[in-house]
Nanobody, 118 residues
Framework: VQLQASGGGLVQAGGSLRLSCTASGRPVTSYGTGWFRQAPGKEREFVGRIDRNGGRTYYADSVRGRFTISRDNAKNTVYLQMNSLKPEDTAVYYC????????????WGQGTLVTVSS
């Protein structure tokens, strides 16, 4: 599975961005997809995920209610809609894939930079 994240950019606080994670090699419904981010000088952290079966979504407390993950099966793409952005959301965002909910994320795409100005 090859994943590619895109859609990052510069946005003012309170604004919105939508990131895309486009997959090649397998249908996006055949594995779970997670979103992660890494801010400068910090460790990578979990943002949210959409599971393979049923498409259930889960979010980190820091983004719940502001971020939404969705999936377009026809486009083989997973989205991360980010609303009410805050400067602390500034980071490089990555998407990743895993086979099951009990396995680790083993497929990683290149990140996309999101910068939120105050």
């Amino acid at each position: 599975v090859q994943l590619q994240a895109s859609g990052g950019g510069l946005v003012q606080a309170g604004g919105s961005l939508r990131l895309s994670c486009t997959a090649s090699g397998r249908p996006v419904t055949s594995y779970g997809t997670g979103w992660f981010r890494q801010a400068p000088g910090k460790e990578r952290e979990f943002v949210g995920r959409i599971d393979r079966n049923g498409g259930r979504t889960y979010y980190a407390d820091s983004v719940r209610g502001r971020f939404t993950i969705s999936r377009d099966n026809a486009k083989n793409t997973v989205y991360l809609q980010m609303n009410s952005l805050k400067p602390e959301d500034t980071a490089v965002y990555y998407c990743a894939g895993r086979e099951t909910t009990s396995s680790t994320f083993e497929y990683w795409g290149q990140g996309t930079l999101v910068t939120v100005s105050s």
